[in-house]
């Protein structure tokens, strides 16, 4: 295992692969600005896509036309899950946007598990996100509806993304499938974010390969060698992280302060998601490297 890995404790990886996404996320929320959401996820992805194909050197024959078909999904979720949620970026704190997005495979995870507290557990959650998007607080017509939707839309596309990253882990070996579904999404969005070519300077190229490397390649790495030693239960308790380390994230690099509703709003969303995402069965790594 590279740099010493295997001696870290599991859930310090996690902790580390919860970190370098959501910092990777208020990276991206810097470039969005200067390039637009759709150019920002394109040179993301390109890179992203460039390094993974390098290291897994994906296989493309022996398999199905229905193998084809479940990567292709796979690649379609991926990108526009990115592409809404970089989106968002544009119009809410980055904290807001991650905990609006989370609804979406905790919702699904509660839906799959089928037990009364976990349905539970998602009322609370709703309750959460009325107070995190200040729908209680504030005049509905001062509302970012738009923001709001596009980062619940990413949170949809993420539960697809789960749903289909199982399936493509089944009909690929390793990481195959999500190399080529990561080429899939490249080439989708592409069309809509190469128009900013004109405007990838040195130091937006040096700013995309840092998203690159904090919201795929590191986190997909250490979660991968975490899961061999940790168990599902613990992986999705210290996942449920993620809201607050975005709010973290948010202050620290673009210094965006939440109320202190907001702040219990996101509390909601926490304990929610570690009630449920704590009593799954299994988990799957590349649940959390969504942003």
């Known amino acids: 295992m590279p740099f010493g890995a295997a001696r870290v404790p599991a859930p310090v990886l996690v902790l580390f692969a919860v970190l370098s996404v959501q910092f990777g996320g208020a990276l991206a929320a810097t470039l969005v600005p200067t390039i637009g959401a759709a150019g920002s996820v394109t040179l993301r992805l390109a890179i992203g896509t460039v390094i993974l194909l390098a ?74 996100v009325l107070l995190i998007s200040r729908a209680l607080s504030m005049p509905f017509a001062d509302l970012d509806l738009l923001g709001l939707g596009l980062a619940a839309t990413a949170g949809a596309c993420w539960a697809a993304y789960i749903v289909l990253s199982a399936r493509t882990g ?35 190229l040096l700013k995309g390969l840092g998203i690159a490397v904090l919201s795929s390649v590191l986190p997909y790495s250490l979660e991968l060698l975490a899961l061999r030693r940790l168990s599902a239960q613990v992986f999705g308790i210290m996942l449920s992280l993620e809201p607050a380390v975005a709010a973290l994230a948010g202050l620290l690099v673009l210094h965006q302060r939440l109320t202190g509703w907001q702040l219990l709003g996101m509390a909601f969303v926490v304990g929610a998601s570690a009630l449920v995402m704590g009593g799954r069965e299994r988990a799957d790594p590349a649940e959390a490297a969504s942003t």
């Open 170 to 204: 089944a009909a690929f070996s390793q990481l195959d499938g999500l190399a080529l579904a990561m080429v899939v999404s490249t080439v989708l969005v592409a069309p809509f974010g190469l128009g900013s070519v004109g405007q990838w300077t040195g130091e937006v």
């Open 55 to 128: 290291v897994v050197r994906p296989t493309v024959r022996g398999h199905s036309r229905g193998d084809w078909t479940t990567v292709l999904l796979f690649g379609l979720a991926l990108g526009c899950m990115n592409w809404a949620f970089y989106a968002s970026l544009a119009r809410l704190p980055i904290g807001v946007a991650v905990t609006i997005e989370f609804i979406g495979p905790l919702t699904l995870t509660a839906v799959l598990s089928r037990r009364g507290k976990d349905a539970a557990a998602v009322v609370g959650a709703a309750v959460g």
